[in-house]
T-cell receptor, first 117, second 111 residues
Framework: GAVVSQHPSRVICKSGTSVKIECRSL??????MFWYRQFPKQSLMLMAT?????????EQGVEKDKFLINHASLTLSTLTVTSAHPEDSSFYIC?????????????FGPGTRLTVL | QKEVEQDPGPLSVPEGAIVSLNCTYS??????FMWYRQYSRKGPELLMY????GNKEDGRFTAQVDKSSKYISLFIRDSQPSDSATYLC???????????FGTGTRLTVIP
């Protein structure tokens, strides 16, 4: 149980284009999901907290207009990287907390590798 | 000072060895402690979850938390080549669900 999927697993795009990444909880509902980015040999950096039906909460230094987050249902959150540039190339990972889980355990997706040319 | 410190390694051990991985932290409000395993180009996988101080054992894995020293450990007994991965410690406060991660320790178990 507690499986989280991401799509796509890898994407290559041209500079200036927008890319959408999906995060789905497959066997549970998730009121809260998180988006992280991870650079090579570095730890996960929280970008934003996504709450179903409300606006996402962004961490300091993360541009909300560049990284659009939508959490329209209890099983799906999307991250759209708008006008992507090479410096946005990174590994993007989402996580989800099962609704009602008193331990607030986060279950992570497999990640999406974004390469911006 | 980072909230969570973790030696990035790399750490190489022979198969069968006992592995000790550690993290220190500065925020005494952290109450929940986790260890995640991350294989290359994959998302983190939850290994151990502990609350407050004490030990927790699950198969070959033992997690220890010493809140007085702000120090947590993960021990892997009888290490296997399949244990080769990056191990991330993570922690959070009561009432908050955002996690603070260490940088991860890259472990290689040599057959």
């Amino acid at each position: 149980g507690a499986v989280v999927s991401q799509h796509p697993s890898r994407v290559i795009c041209k500079s200036g284009t927008s890319v959408k990444i999906e995060c789905r909880s497959l066997d549970f509902q998730a009121t809260t999901m998180f988006w992280y980015r991870q650079f090579p040999k570095q730890s996960l950096m929280l970008m934003a907290t996504s709450n179903e039906g409300s606006k996402a909460t962004y961490e300091q230094g993360v541009e909300k207009d560049k990284f659009l987050i939508n959490h329209a249902s209890l099983t799906l959150s999307t991250l759209t990287v708008t006008s992507a540039h090479p410096e946005d190339s990174s590994f993007y990972i989402c996580s989800a907390i099962p609704s009602g889980d008193i331990t607030d355990t986060q279950y992570f997706g497999p990640g999406t590798r974004l390469t911006v040319l | 000072q980072k909230e969570v410190e973790q030696d990035p390694g790399p750490l190489s051990v022979p198969e069968g060895a006992i592995v000790s991985l550690n993290c220190t932290y500065s925020n005494s409000a952290f109450q929940y402690f986790m260890w995640y395993r991350q294989y290359s180009r994959k998302g983190p996988e939850l290994l151990m979850y502990t609350y407050s101080s004490g030990n927790k054992e699950d198969g070959r894995f033992t997690a220890q938390v010493d809140k007085s020293s702000k120090y947590i450990s993960l021990f892997i007994r009888d290490s296997q080549p399949s244990d080769s991965a990056t191990y991330l410690c993570a922690m959070r406060r009561t009432g908050a669900n955002n996690l603070f991660f260490g940088t991860g320790t890259r472990l290689t178990v040599i057959p």
